[in-house]
């Protein structure tokens, strides 16, 4: 294969000519695809249909302690709910709250309590002239829209495969006391698929911040979301290497069941210091009545323990890895070389990580959506939908079928290498 | 029977004697008994048990609109969740959200989002001096709680049996730009089962607020919780009269099915105007993926309509109501007559309101506490807790078994009478 680059402008506009002969052929198929969101499919949902029957009508609706679930009470969790969300995320029972059907919500209102509240007794956020957050970027545009909102200014950190750049972290947290957080996904990353290395959770558990109200905000989304058994990324379990560093206050950890059982429809939870817990709860107590504990119950008898949640997760990979390596083994075969495209090859989680040229990501989500290809939109994986480089594209291979992906996958190659010729042909 | 306020000295101490010898029977018994919660009992929760079956591994788990209820998606509620909250709140679905497991979660999220983004463009409360409600009192703690909890200054207005005293109202409203709210539970009233009359409810909706984000949050939690079939009180649909006022954004209506199917695990809904509703979801649209969808359908499909739901609540009426007449024979009965207390009789709802002689409240909460019957606070159904007369208690019937019930308003009934006695000794 010859790189593009190195084409000449008769090679390049013959290419052109072929690639909008192909864009033209697909156009008329009149296609209805969407590779947008990290949805899972209807066949892993169908992995979950049990949890309907596990509650039923003539089942004890009592959790451990006794507790009837039907009725209010319970603030922060039944205790087996907290057990299991604990396993799940590495971390003492003690050290977790069992929150609604969304991590996402839990962040949300974590940020809103700062703003009105403050964080264990520092002033809120509302009060001060200015906020910052970092942004390891490319990430998950959702954590860029919450910041957004409350008005946080969001400052780019570069991503590497072993995490965000933590020179930069370092150096901008223990100088800055306007930041007050970072948005973090440590493993298999939103959207590439890294997974943060040992030194790198080690640096950030010794982190110095000028703001005594900094927090890593740890969304630990993916954490069982394996796509194979035997290339299994490992994350070292923060809030031990917090404490051990004398900064056990440093991170809240977030997790949820939303791509275990049903996405809406799981429960979430945070792990945090006592002290931070604390803080939550106050907020908590006047905010709620108490979570769905039916839900907690049902998923608890569902899944049982670790173990069960581990056997569920192999099911889910077995249903989505093939769609992963055919998205990977199509990018190889048809863009491997040419240098118009590099991508990531994830151990897990839900998605694929493309870095077209520059200035070219834009125009081949709108080229593949005007032949009926959904794409998520160029520069949402950036702060403000801006990415300097124009040039990330998250791709989502879980919700298609892998026939309809596949077709997908095509388009998006071809929308590449038309892109990829026309930038070329600017400059030529 | 004697007027306790009548009786000379030496009859006080006569019957504080006889009073004291019975409350030292009592205390030896060693109860443990509970009036304080607005708490369905377990026989009332047995009463939705087949919602548990409706939804099932087998089950076609699509809403009709064809959208997976399993799955992401549908920010704002499901069709059906929507026509059957909306034919609860009187108002047509497309004025309706539906969200999580608590409206008391939505007015504290109201609250939450006006302190940090302001109502419909104004300015957020948070870069105010100074933010005021007004609370009618007797009220609902737990909506003094969230107003407390954000710094908000609350000022009393008297309850009346037509709802709060609305010449009060008006005044305050027209006149101070301060004042962002009033709290209302406007039918069955916390604590005292007071229904809002028709003119209260059109003063009301013609309300010439001095604030542009002055609302009225409309906790309809009572609105088909009636004890009776044939004594059903009426109340007039707020959203429609204020919009004949030419005031349609005035007002949000806040329901839920807490106290229908399950507390914690139901479904909860505001009403308002397509303006307030796009505010609401400018806010849920980052702050959430969506709630619950599968709950939704379940209470849809175990409830199919306002029908449905009537008769459901015909059947917890069932069982509540004898342990409301109950308590008011007693009352009737033991106190009738004696001056030392006065007490409301609803028709629906989920408490009696009893007042005290003045300064007797609290004294009376903590005796039954002394021997085994717990009660609602005394003050707590006035802001920060305090009750200017010492003198209202909330009775709370549902929860206990009526045998148990028995025994604690007979308790009740007792330290009524000593500290009253207690009280006119003081003086004589």
Chains 1, 2 share one sequence.
């Not at 075969?333 to 991508?343: A, F, N, P, S, Y």
């Not at 959904?374 to 990330?392: H, Q, V």
Request: some cysteine; hydrophobic content about 40%; proline content about 5%.
């Amino acid at each position: 294969m010859k790189k593009y680059s190195e084409m000449n402008k008769e090679e390049l506009l013959t290419l052109k000519e072929q690639l909008d002969q192909q864009y033209a052929e697909v156009k008329a198929k009149g296609l209805s695809l969407d590779m947008s969101r990290g949805k899972p499919s209807a066949e892993q949902l169908d992995l979950s249909m049990e949890m309907m029957d596990v509650l039923h009508s003539g089942a004890d609706l009592k959790c451990e302690t006794g507790v009837d679930c039907r009725n209010y009470g319970v603030i922060d969790g039944i205790p087996e709910a907290k057990r299991l969300l604990g396993e799940m995320s590495e971390v003492d029972p003690d050290h977790i709250i069992i929150y609604g059907n969304s991590s996402l919500n839990v962040m949300f209102d974590s940020i809103a309590r700062s703003m009105t509240h403050g964080v264990m007794g520092n002033t809120p956020w509302c009060k001060l002239d200015k906020v910052k957050f970092l942004c390891p970027v490319p990430g998950y545009d959702r954590h860029f829209k919450i910041t957004e909102f409350f008005g946080i200014e969001m400052i780019n950190v570069p991503m590497t495969v072993n995490g965000p750049d933590m020179d930069m972290v370092e150096k901008l947290v223990s100088e800055d006391p306007a930041i007050k957080g970072i948005w973090c996904v440590p493993k298999y990353s939103n959207p590439q698929g890294y997974t943060y290395s040992r030194e790198t959770v080690e640096r950030f558990a010794r982190l110095k911040p000028a703001a005594p109200d900094f927090r890593i905000y740890w969304d630990n989304a993916y954490s069982i979301h394996h796509l194979y058994d035997d290339k299994q990324d490992f994350l070292v379990e923060i809030l031990a290497e917090c404490a051990k560093a004398g900064n056990a206050d440093l991170v809240y950890k977030f997790t949820s069941t939303s791509k275990v059982s049903f996405p809406g429809s799981g429960i979430a939870a945070v792990a945090a210091s006592r002290a931070n817990l604390e803080d939550f709860r106050k907020y908590m107590q006047i905010q709620t009545i108490g979570h769905d504990k039916l839900n907690q119950l049902r998923h608890v008898r569902f899944f049982k323990n670790l173990d069960g949640l581990h056997e569920h997760m192999r099911k889910h990979a077995a249903i989505i890895r093939p769609k992963f390596e055919m998205v990977l083994d199509t990018f190889e075969r048809e863009l491997e070389g040419l240098g118009i495209g590099e991508w990531t090859k994830p151990h897990g989680g839900y998605f694929i990580s493309f870095d077209a040229m520059d200035g070219c990501a834009k125009a081949i989500v709108s080229r593949a959506r005007e032949v009926g290809v959904k794409l998520t939109d160029a520069g949402a994986t950036f702060p403000y939908g801006k990415d300097p480089r124009d040039s990330n594209i998250r791709i989502a291979p879980t919700y298609p079928s892998l026939e309809d992906l596949e077709k997908a996958v095509q388009v998006f190659v071809l929308c590449v290498k038309l892109v990829s010729v026309e930038k070329l042909l600017e400059k030529a």
